[in-house]
């Protein structure tokens, strides 16, 4: 099955740096890519996906970029803010199979 | 939208057990997943229905573990009887088709924080 694994699983930036997450996967059949954001407590709520036949989208302060060569895709937040704190988690999948195969999750602390 | 509806959020019970949860999903989305979120497994698809039939239940750990959807609005997960190792939070999910074109997003619920003692 698919494996992803996420990269770092912790994360300390300063207030308006921007942070990077990594993930990676096994299989080159997956052609759609999540994100969610966790706050503690909370639900997983999804804030940007992309399909694999862009190689990058952006939301505001928010950009995933894929690269299915290499069998890789980021998350990219800019100027973060405090309420950017929350642990954040890559998925892929295949095409109409809807098993998200979720990584390991990255703790996104930002310092004020 | 009321989102995809949960129950209990919380649920403290002893071992052995049956522990029922609840989730109702978001109208007009033919996907139903049920996941389970530990520290030391993260978030672990246990079983997902579409069309109020199981697809897929190769996640469901055990035999203790069932689930079902009557209808298109309600779900159950059922577990007995209930040991302390199934403490985590269980999250139901919701999704559209791909019908739509292409794989959909999946919509949290709040999650069920289950406690056996």
């Known amino acids: 099955g698919e494996n992803v694994e996420q990269h770092p699983s912790t994360l300390s930036v300063q207030e308006g740096d921007s942070a990077v997450i990594k993930c990676t996967y096994s299989?080159?059949?997956?052609?759609?890519f999540p994100w969610y954001k966790q706050e503690l407590g909370k639900r997983p709520q999804l804030i940007i996906d992309i399909r694999s036949n862009v190689g990058e989208k952006k939301d505001q302060r928010i950009a995933v970029t894929l690269n299915k060569t290499a069998k890789h895709f980021s998350l990219h937040i800019t100027e973060t803010q405090p309420e950017d704190s929350a642990v954040y988690f890559c998925a892929a999948s295949k095409e109409n199979d809807y098993k998200l195969s979720f990584g390991a999750g990255t703790t996104v602390t930002v310092r004020a | 939208d009321a989102g995809v509806i949960q129950s209990p959020r919380h649920e403290v019970t002893e071992m052995g057990q049956e522990v029922t949860l609840r989730c109702k999903p978001i109208s007009g989305h033919d996907y139903l997943f049920w996941y389970r979120q530990t520290m030391m497994r993260g978030l672990e698809l246990l079983i997902y229905f579409n069309n109020n039939v199981p697809i897929d239940d190769s996640g469901m750990p055990e035999d203790r573990f069932s689930a079902k959807m009557p209808n298109a609005s309600f779900s159950t997960l059922k577990i007995q009887p209930s040991e302390p190792r199934d403490s985590a939070v269980y999250f139901c999910?919701?999704?559209?088709?791909?019908?739509?074109?292409?794989?959909?997003?999946?919509?949290f619920g709040d999650g069920t924080r289950l406690s056996i003692l």
């Open positions: 999910a919701s999704s559209l088709g791909s019908w739509r074109g292409g794989n959909q997003p999946q919509h």
């Open positions: 299989d080159s059949a997956s052609n759609y």
